[in-house]
């Protein structure tokens, strides 16, 4: 057989005899050494069936690296990944491009969505996000995203839609796009806490529709605040100098070469320069770090250069320096609200306060800039969170076992936060007693309680006990909440331990702290999509990207 297999079959030969070699561990066998039968060779240059469990197994993997890395499906077809492929499992035949759009992706998504959708059953409240976005085929989509705290206290974000958007964008359009979403996904309105967006028109009229709180994307709030500070002309000026002078270095791989030397020279960090961006204002604070940062390099290569003019000027200079001063603590803001891992909601209120009352009022020792900067950020922060979002993020802030103080209000204020808390738990429909945490029961015990607790009760004689209303129940939980110490633990967890003993305030938890204090969930989307509809594959139909920009979001 092997005389056959090498004399016409000699391509299939060299592979039997290549395999034996691997398994052997060596390139040349002894000849006392065990002999692989004819037909165990022939079985491992045979191909998988594609029926076989090991080759649907190598197929979703495949799969999922395509969609959770954002690979152009056509990847199946390239030679280098199916040579890859090859290396790792020689019996392995991928399917072809067309079958994993068709077939594979597809019953992926729905698997997917079937897990988001059994996940938001233990939805009892939930949170949304939203934010539109333009495509490079100049598609309009619009995302949502979807915030839950389930039974065990864990919190979950999931993207549910980010589809084509044909309609015109008015609020009413917007309204019921956002609705159809939610009925899709069998969410109730009932359960839905609040909204979070940025501040543009049509968005805000749209959630004016929906019975919700909007609230408006931190992120965004400072943006605006920022750029109006940076239309002082003092500051704008700075600004632009500072573009120019990086501007000609990115254009200049002359004058990069000679700024490494210099920093080396003068034993400054080797780093290069950072262009900003418009539409990120923290962008704009590392620009000018890094100029302020690289100064003496700066001066003495443009020195050789003969571009001095480039270089800001020492009141330029102490400009940016008074604005990296006051931007500092709110880039730390920024990119610390942005998470989706953590609660960001309960910390909205102090920073609020920190930043209304204290970071951004000024002083006796504040320069005119930094008297004007303050005051314009001041002016336009004040006007983005009423009254009615104020309450509601302190009551966020006093569910939180971190910040349940509230040593930033008055006692009036916190009075009204605890019986706003105490009206909300008049609403709730369903509340557990108050127990112990279940022991573990053997297996069949719990047959045995049974019996045993139909017999105590059906001769339970009644007592006429007074109803305790659920008002009185959150009174009850409200005092004994409050005076317990201030910890330093997670929420999430610290309820997760002590849901039992506040089974309203748990509940209550479960509802507001899954509320994001940023849009950044329905922006980050924008970047996964960006990494899919790129410019080679700016052809992909919106039904395609929406299954991609899924995938990509939600698989683990």
């Not at 391509?11 to 002999?35: H, I, P, R």
């Not at 044909?166 to 806490?193: C, F, M, N, Q, R």
């Not at 020279?265 to 204002?281: A, E, F, K």
């Not at 303050?374 to 979002?389: G, I, V």
Request: include cysteine; proline fraction near 5%; aromatic fraction near 6%.
């Amino acid at each position: 057989m092997c005389y056959h297999l090498e004399l016409n079959h000699r391509t299939q030969f060299l592979l039997l005899q290549e395999n034996k070699k691997k398994e052997n561990g060596e390139s040349n066998t002894s000849s006392d050494s065990a002999q692989a039968s004819v037909k165990d060779m022939l079985s491992q240059s045979k191909p998988l069936p594609t029926s076989s469990a090991r080759w649907n197994h190598l197929t979703q993997s495949v799969c999922y690296f395509i969609a959770k890395d954002m690979q152009p499906i056509d990847t199946i077809n390239d030679t280098g990944f199916r040579k890859m492929l090859k290396q790792f499992e020689p019996r392995y035949i991928p399917p072809d491009r067309k079958t994993v759009s068709n077939k594979y992706l597809p019953e992926m998504l729905q698997t997917e969505k079937n897990r988001v959708q059994k996940l938001l059953e233990s939805a009892l409240f939930f949170a949304c996000t939203t934010d539109l976005w333009t495509s490079r085929a100049h598609h309009a989509y619009i995302s949502q995203t979807v915030h839950y705290i389930d039974g065990d206290f864990c919190l979950h974000s999931n993207l549910l839609e980010s589809k084509e958007f044909s309609d015109s964008h008015t609020g009413e359009h917007i309204a019921e796009e956002l609705k159809g979403v939610l009925e899709d996904w069998k969410l109730s309105l009932d359960g839905l806490t609040g909204f979070t967006t940025d501040n543009a028109a049509n968005v805000v009229s749209a959630l004016d529709c929906l019975p919700c709180p909007r609230l408006p994307c931190l992120s965004h709030c400072l943006n605006l605040a920022v750029q109006r500070a940076c239309s002082i002309p003092q500051i704008s000026k700075a600004i632009a100098r500072c573009r120019r002078l990086v501007s000609h270095f990115h254009h200049s791989s002359k004058s990069v070469y000679l700024l490494k030397q210099k920093q080396e020279i003068l034993h400054h960090p080797t780093q290069n320069l950072i262009q900003d961006v418009s539409t990120r204002w923290n962008s704009s604070y590392y620009m000018i770090c890094r100029v302020i940062d690289q100064q003496q390099p700066l001066c003495a290569a443009l020195l050789e250069l003969k571009k001095s003019d480039l270089m800001p000027s020492d009141t330029e200079l102490s400009t940016m320096e008074t604005y990296v001063d006051i931007m500092k603590p709110l880039v730390a803001i920024t990119e610390a609200m942005g998470a989706e891992e953590w609660v960001t909601i309960s910390t909205l209120r102090p920073i609020l306060h920190k930043l209304l009352n204290s970071h951004l009022v000024g002083t006796a020792s504040d320069t005119q800039l930094r008297l004007k900067m303050k005051s314009e950020m001041l002016a336009d922060l004040r006007t983005r969170y009423p009254d009615d979002l104020l309450l509601l993020l302190s009551k966020a802030a006093f569910l939180d076992p971190r910040l349940k103080a509230l040593p930033f209000l008055t006692l009036s204020e916190l009075k009204e936060v605890t019986q706003s808390i105490e009206s909300d738990a008049m609403l709730l429909t369903e509340v557990p007693s108050e127990l112990e945490p279940a022991a573990k029961k053997k297996k069949g015990e719990h047959k045995l309680f049974e019996i045993i607790d139909d017999i105590m009760n059906s001769d339970k004689v009644d007592d006429q006990q007074p109803v305790i209303t659920n008002l009185q129940k959150a009174h009850a939980e409200i005092s004994r909440y409050s005076s317990e110490p201030i910890t330093s633990d997670n929420p999430l967890a610290w309820w997760s331990t002590n849901s039992f003993r506040y089974p309203i305030l748990s509940q209550l938890a479960r509802k507001y702290l899954c509320i994001p204090a940023t849009s950044v969930p329905s922006e980050r989307v924008f970047s996964t999509a960006g990494n899919i509809v790129t410019k080679k594959r700016a052809c992909l139909d919106p039904e395609t990207v929406n299954m991609l920009v899924f995938l990509a979001e939600n698989l683990k």
